[in-house]
């Protein structure tokens, strides 16, 4: 779970951001059954439903710290580095750090790849999280972040 990915800290989640993520997803939601029309989605997986787990995500409340936390677990592999717990298997950080590295700045991706080359995810909140595989993972907060 997320909550050990950040070392047993507290987690709050916004169920008002959520109910508005709901309310005002229709592009989502589009694309989402349009992956699955494309056989994009394994058998017995719902486009609603996945759409649903990516706004309970969005909706989950975590500080900078807790999220540097994830991050620097993200960095050593899957062991959280507050518990020295094994807490994310290593494919699935290899699939999260490709994931990040090609898509996690936005539009803004390739410039980042080609200007830094290293597995970052930024979003409205202004935090990025940033990931130096087998070294160190670190967030920075600035709200400018997301604006530019």
Not at 99 to 108: E, H, I, V
């Given at each position: 779970s ?9 987690l ?12 005002h ?11 699955k ?28 710290s807790?999220l ?9 592999v ?8 094994r807490?994310?298997?290593?494919g699935?950080?290899r ?18 790849n ?11 909140s ?17 709200p ?5």
């Open positions: 997320l909550q050990r990915w950040c070392g047993g800290l507290t709050d989640f916004s169920n008002l951001q959520y109910l508005a993520m709901k309310e997803a229709l592009r989502i939601l589009a694309v989402s059954h349009y992956m029309g494309m056989g994009s989605y394994p058998p017995r997986t719902g486009p609603t439903e996945t759409a649903n787990m990516l706004f309970q995500t969005y909706s989950v409340k975590m500080s900078a807790k540097a936390v994830v991050a620097a677990t993200l960095a050593s899957g062991e959280c580095p507050l518990t020295g717990e807490c994310i298997a290593p699935t950080v699939d999260v750090l490709s994931l990040m590295y090609t898509c996690g700045m936005n539009q803004y991706s390739g410039r980042w080609f200007r830094v080359g290293i597995p970052a995810v930024t979003g409205e202004g935090l990025l999280l940033i990931v130096i595989p087998n070294r160190m993972g670190l967030v920075i907060y600035s400018r972040v997301a604006r530019d």
